[in-house]
């Protein structure tokens, strides 16, 4: 219709008509489209600048794989795994543990460096940020995909870890 007033002649003429052993219903166009679903609110990871990166993980491997991994000898602030967008979700074979001291991020490097998780020696070095303030091992997740996520424990469903 050229016209609101046309969309409405027409509706006032052929609404609740018989068309054809049927009756039509003729009515303004409604949006078809479901709303989305907001996504829950994600609370941020703490991060200190006492940070290791830790790689070789297994894709299977969860942020809660290694806080229970560290927190055998240390209490990590926090874990998070990068992870790559892919329709299951697989590990992207790095993530993240913050410490709250310098002191207890060397001795878990010294301790963990080479201990198998899940199967595979991981590999742990201080986060970059943590030499120069300003360039990080984040860096390299940028060239693995742009679509790259990263979730932190809470964000990840047991179901979510059951897929991959």
């Known amino acids: 219709m050229d016209s609101g007033d046309e969309a409405e002649a027409a509706i006032d003429k ?4 018989e068309l054809s052993g049927r009756t039509i219903r003729v009515e303004f166009a409604k949006s078809l489209k479901k709303p ?4 829950p609110a994600v609370q941020p990871v ?3 600048v006492y940070k290791l990166y830790v790689s070789n993980l297994q894709w299977k491997v969860r942020s809660t794989d290694l806080k229970e991994f560290f927190s055998s000898d240390f209490t990590p602030v926090s874990t998070r795994v990068v992870f790559e967008s892919t329709p299951f979700l697989r590990s992207a074979g790095y993530g993240f543990v913050s410490f709250n001291t310098r002191e207890e991020a060397e001795d878990a490097l010294t301790s963990l460096d080479g201990k198998e998780l899940m199967g595979r020696p991981v590999r742990l070095k201080f986060s970059e940020q943590n030499k120069d303030g300003d360039a990080t091992n984040e860096g390299e997740e940028t060239n693995l995909d742009e679509s790259s996520a990263v979730l932190s424990e809470t964000e990840l ?3 979510q870890s059951d897929k991959s």
């Open 14 to 17: 052929f609404h609740s008509k």
């Open 157 to 159: 469903s047991e179901d």
């Open 46 to 48: 703490k991060e200190t």
């Open 36 to 39: 989305q679903p907001q996504p």
